[in-house]
């Protein structure tokens, strides 16, 4: 994670035209990936921390702000097709509820990006 100052300080070029900012909670360590329902509270709590203050940063400098990389392990950490997500559905149910709210106040709040989507169709070599 960037500090406030590096993101005021390379945001506040004017050629910049939006902010950027990533949230990765497993590899920030704000849950446990063998324990994501327990440790889920707390990671929702530090998103909804960790993006106000980009957003109140985008605010002050008039630019809207992206979560340009996202990112949310499955159910219990692992990769296989099977295994559920309802944690990361939930997670990313967060970060969209965020964005429309910020639409609807007309707030800076401006989109997000998945980050290694891998659409729609199976992998042709088996991920266990």
């Given at each position: 994670m960037e500090s406030r100052e590096c993101v005021i300080r390379t945001n506040a070029v004017p050629a910049v035209d939006y902010l950027t900012f990533h949230i990765w909670p497993l590899n920030w360590s704000w849950i446990d990936s063998k324990n994501l329902?327990?440790?889920?509270?707390?990671?929702?709590?530090?998103?909804?921390?960790?993006?106000?203050?980009?957003?109140?940063?985008?605010?002050?400098?008039?630019?809207?702000?992206?979560?340009?990389?996202?990112?949310?392990?499955?159910?219990?950490?692992?990769?296989?097709?099977?295994?559920?997500?309802?944690?990361?559905?939930?997670?990313?149910?967060?970060?969209?509820a965020m964005v429309q709210d910020s639409a609807r106040k007309e707030g800076p709040f401006a989109g997000t990006n998945f980050w290694a989507w891998g659409g729609e169709d199976a992998p042709s070599i088996p991920i266990s």
């Open positions: 329902a327990k440790t889920y509270d707390v990671c929702e709590a530090n998103t909804r921390k960790y993006i106000a203050t980009h957003l109140k940063i985008a605010g002050k400098m008039n630019k809207p702000a992206v979560a340009e990389e996202l990112g949310f392990p499955r159910d219990d950490g692992g990769y296989a097709l099977s295994t559920p997500t309802s944690l990361r559905d939930r997670f990313y149910g967060l970060i969209f």
